[in-house]
């Protein structure tokens, strides 16, 4: 007997990814386009299409049930829309509604990519066991999600634990968000590399001014590197612990492209958070890197569905 | 046919109340006792003991059927212990086992202080119709707790929602809990008074010190005291907007002697709100004044009581 299946998108700046997807998280196909980031909304969405059409093609699709998407935020669940900062012809996009319109009027989940990053981690990946987690995807920016009670947390409109935009330093510099301060303002890895430069560091003889080529000099000793990442490893520490102390997680998982800087991140990250996390409830919490790849969106995407499939009660994990 | 009841206590640096309340949250008897807050722990647990013997002394205790306990925090829920800052012969104090043992061996629920105040104020109160919500306790300390998915989210230990120990200001000044530039640090009572004095603030002729005289004076147009409740307000609503960037609350409730400070205090918060939560899932957040009176903690912790009993699934609201 064949068991059902998901199908998955994973909507980003750079790549829409689709597949099928099994209640074991099994990825049994995959469909890939370049997301046409800059062209008009139709222009996208028909990539979103192209990808569908070649998972629903598939002889599998009769087996498919539900249809997850984990999309660059914002996104708005209860409307069923995205408004992706990094794709200007969606704005307020009826997602869902396309979506569903090209896939037999299966039901679609929506959630924003870093609840579908945390979805991937709570399944299958660092976060497993776990009833109560953030992770956090650290690169160009700084996204992330929460399990609360045992379950993913996307809230209302499918964008809850956007750690990357709460103040830890509310007189500090602007943010491109409006507010000031924002982890993602001091912790991201264009921000590391930034604060390095100013400190009078100076890229490799290629010119490597990214976030990696700064972990790369504060291995080799380089102060102004080191202190770079140990600014982003206090203010990665402030948020992660308010985030403990407001909803009582016991784990923060942190992947993504500076989360792959190792001891250079995550030793004075721990170091910060015993400043910061200091009440008795929060002081078992601890700090990992992820465990998930790259299909870590998909997986997510496939984890929403299954988990509202057929009547919400089913339990994934 | 008589409806079953609970028995609340409201357990405070100052005074430990009890009373039977009735599936409507009426309050049907009362006791108190101050609380000794000095003496030895066994001393504290008899003041417990003696309003929990007037309520079970009644003949209404019959109809009791689970005990709900709101206690200054620390608590640990999953153990069923408190370690009150303020009552220090409690130290890992296993207060759910003592009550249990003079009320019949009936379920016990402990929830933290502004855990219970938060399920008064949505069961009864500004939060109510809100399924996510933050309440807020700002007097001398600030407190709080959330409501998730339209249900009190004490987390696993009760603890969930301790706005006051978040960071704002990660270089900011020391906090008696070991962390730096707390939300309470900036805006509980005494420290809007303590700044207004450091700027030159003079406390009127009687003497009086306290936020209520800093909020008259600002109401009068004094502009240092006008300034220490604008700084309050600014680090309230760098934690408020926190809040609602990590886990979507729409309304945040403020009560406590600051929250009664009125538009001194509310003006400057929501014009800082508008800095702190940009994100466009946030930007519909208020915030509004607590509606329940000096009973809020016995309403609350019965709220926690109902909620359990029979079979954990009944929903209060």
Redesign the interface.
């Known amino acids: 007997m064949h068991t059902d299946l998901v199908a998955a998108l994973d909507i980003g700046g750079t790549k829409i990814a689709g597949a099928l997807v099994d209640g074991h998280g099994r990825i049994l196909l995959r469909a890939q386009r370049p997301t046409p980031a800059q062209e008009h909304g139709d222009i996208v969405i028909r990539a979103v299409e192209a990808v569908l059409g070649e998972l629903t093609a598939s002889p599998l699709w009769s087996r498919v049930t539900a249809v997850g998407i984990g999309s660059a935020g ?1 996104v ?1 669940a209860s409307a069923g829309t995205v ?1 992706p900062v990094n794709v200007p012809g969606w704005r307020d996009f009826p997602l869902v509604e396309r979506v569903r319109a090209v896939t037999d009027g299966l039901p679609v989940e929506l959630i924003g990519d870093g609840v579908a990053i945390t979805a991937a981690e709570h399944w299958q990946g660092a976060a497993r066991g776990h ?2 987690a953030l992770c956090m995807v650290v690169s160009t920016g700084v996204g992330g999600g ?1 399990v ?2 045992g379950k993913l ?1 996307p ?3 499918g ?5 990357g ?7 500090g510099d602007l ?1 491109p ?5 924002c982890v993602e303002r001091i912790a991201s890895g264009p921000n590391i590399a930034r604060r390095a430069i100013e400190g009078g560091w100076q890229p490799g003889p290629e010119g490597d001014a990214s976030a990696a080529a700064v972990a790369a000099a504060a291995r080799a000793g380089d102060p102004v590197a080191t202190a770079s990442f140990e600014r982003a490893a ?2 990665l520490a ?1 948020g992660i ?3 403990a ?4 997680i ?1 784990i923060a998982v942190i992947g993504g492209g500076v989360g792959k800087a190792g001891e250079v991140l995550f030793a004075p990250l721990r170091a910060a958070l015993r ?7 929060v002081q078992r919490l601890t700090v990992t890197p992820a465990q998930m790849g790259t299909d870590a969106g998909l997986v997510g995407a496939a984890s929403a569905a299954l988990s509202r499939r057929p009547t919400n009660t089913v339990v994934v994990g």
Do not use: K, M, W
């Open positions: 914002p708005d408004s009833d109560n929460l609360l009670g947390h809230g209302p409109t964008n809850s634990g956007h750690i935009h709460i103040s830890v330093d509310l007189d943010c968000c409006g507010s000031r301060g206090q203010a402030a612990a308010a985030t102390t407001l909803v009582e016991d400043d910061y996390a200091t009440l008795s409830f």
